[in-house]
Structure formats: C-alpha cells, structure tokens
C-alpha cells in the first residue's frame, strides 16, 4: 500500500489532469460552435444606422456573429481579408470606396462571400447595377427589423445549406457566346472561379476557351490589369485562408488539395508568397 503522501499527489496530479482535460473540451466546443456561426461584416458610414444595424442583426439569432463594421469599402475590403466573413451587408453611397466598387472585388475575388445591400430609394439604380454581381437581397432604408429578419433568414439558409454541400457542381460555360475580347476575358474569369479548385494551368484554360495561351494572357492582362495566373492564385489562396479560418479540422494537405494544389510543399509556398504567413501560421 502506498504511503499517505503518494497518495495525496496521485490524486493532486489526476485532478490537474482532469482540469486540463475539461479545459481543452471547452475549448474545442467553443472553436466548433465558433465555426458553425455565419459571420459577417456591416458596411455603413453614418455612424448611428451602423450601430442600429449591427445590434438587430445580433439580435437575429444565435447562429451569426458580427466580427466587423466598416465605414467605406475599403476598410471593409481590409476587414475581408482579415476575417473571411459569410456574409456583407453593405450600404450603397460611401466615401472613399462606395458599395458598388466593393461588391464588384468581392465578386471577383472573394466569390463565397453573400451580398445584401441595406440602402435607400434614391440609390436604386446603384442597387440594381449591383445585382449583376451576385448580390442576394436589397434591403429599403429605413430598415424594418422584420424586413431585415425575413432576408437574414434566407441569406443564412443558403450560406448553410452550401456549407453542407460542400463539393457544388461545376456550372457549364460556352465560350461560343463570346462577341468580343472583353467578353471573353469575362468568360474566363468566370471559368476560373468555378474551376480553380481542380488542377488548372494557363494551358488548359486556353484549350479549353480554343485559344492560344498567349492571347489568351494578353487580353486578359488588357481587360484587368493582372495575368490570368495572378488571378487564379488569388481566388485560391482566398479560399484556402477561408478555409484554415473555418475548417480548422482540415491539414493543410487538405486545404491545398481543395484549392487546386495538390503538392502541399508547393501551396505552402505560394501562400506565404501572397500572405506573408505559412498555412499553419496562418491557421492559429
């Protein structure tokens, strides 16, 4: 039989260990709940309608988090990159960068992130323009709560219902429909947001599109002022930081594969290359 004493620091030492134990549960639940909530970003630059607007929309539901409130597009851009939100309600006439200009960069590169524009009558036009770019609602100021609840409830639907399909069908192209260089560069632009998850090079993009890959990368670099290799590394490296922020159950083999690297050592280059941090840096 052990002395006294041992006894005393065997259990000393099983309730640290069950202490730690219980911590490290908690905080697993805690980053598991975390991930399950639909975060987003309110875009507003009267101070007063922001602040309203962040409260009601917390007071939505548990299932969303507000991680962020912008007053121009800029800052909001700033915010995206930071936080990789679900969602964006954004207000349409801002200074520095208006609503507009932001939904089209989210459109472009950040193609997961959901739309809602909040704005009033006057900026209707503004509104409809923005609807080309993917934008799910439009919400009439003043916004009534109800109003906001009924959209939210649809938007957040959606946003978890593609989280649960995961793997979305590819949606077919034809290039066919093409009348001209610019319409082609958007073509291909939309090509590669539906594709960039599968091994995909400039070569095969141009077969696909019956082009040479040479002029296929001049019109592009015309129309956007970026190869199309640049773009494509950024719709992927915009998807991998989405996914180490959201899917932390993922390695970081996993992630590179579903972002169309399929050589984890490779991946884990580049995406220092465009972050400054590795994936694993990146993921804490």
Do not use: C, W
């Not at 548990?62 to 007053?71: D, H, L, Y």
């Not at 909001?76 to 208006?98: E, F, G, N, S």
């Not at 793997?167 to 291909?188: K, M, S």
């Not at 296929?216 to 640049?230: A, D, Q």
């Amino acid at each position: 039989m052990k002395p006294f004493s041992e006894l005393q620091t065997d259990k000393a030492q099983l309730s640290s260990l069950a202490e730690r134990l219980h911590k490290e549960v908690s905080t697993n639940i805690m980053v598991m709940e975390e991930r399950q909530l639909v975060k987003i970003i309110v875009v507003e630059d009267e101070d007063l309608i922001r602040n309203n607007l962040v409260k009601r929309i917390e007071l939505f539901s548990g299932t969303v988090k507000v991680i962020g409130a912008a007053q121009d597009g800029k800052e909001a851009l700033d915010l995206v990159r930071q936080d990789q939100p679900d969602l964006i309600v954004t207000d349409i006439r801002m200074p520095v960068m208006d609503g507009l200009e932001l939904i089209k960069s989210l459109d472009s590169y950040f193609p997961r992130i959901r739309k809602i524009i909040a704005s009033g009558f006057a900026d209707f036009a503004y509104a409809k323009e923005a609807m080309q770019y993917n934008v799910k609602d439009y919400l009439l100021k003043p916004v009534s709560t109800d109003e906001l609840h009924r959209v939210l409830s649809r938007v957040i639907t959606l946003i978890e219902n593609e989280r649960a399909q995961f793997e979305d069908h590819l949606r077919g192209l034809n290039p066919q429909t093409a009348q001209n260089p610019e319409d082609i560069v958007q073509l291909v632009r939309e090509f590669m947001r539906d594709n960039f998850t599968k091994e995909l090079n400039l070569e095969q993009i141009a077969r696909h599109f019956n082009f040479t890959a040479s002029y296929l990368s001049k019109i592009f670099i015309k129309y956007t002022s970026e190869p199309p290799s640049r773009y494509l590394m950024t719709l992927r490296i915009n998807e991998a930081k989405y996914l180490l922020t959201h899917y932390r159950n993922l390695t970081i083999k996993e992630v590179g594969e579903r972002v169309g690297y399929l050589d984890q050592f490779y991946f884990s280059r580049i995406f220092k290359q465009m972050t400054g941090f590795t994936p694993k840096e990146y993921q804490r």
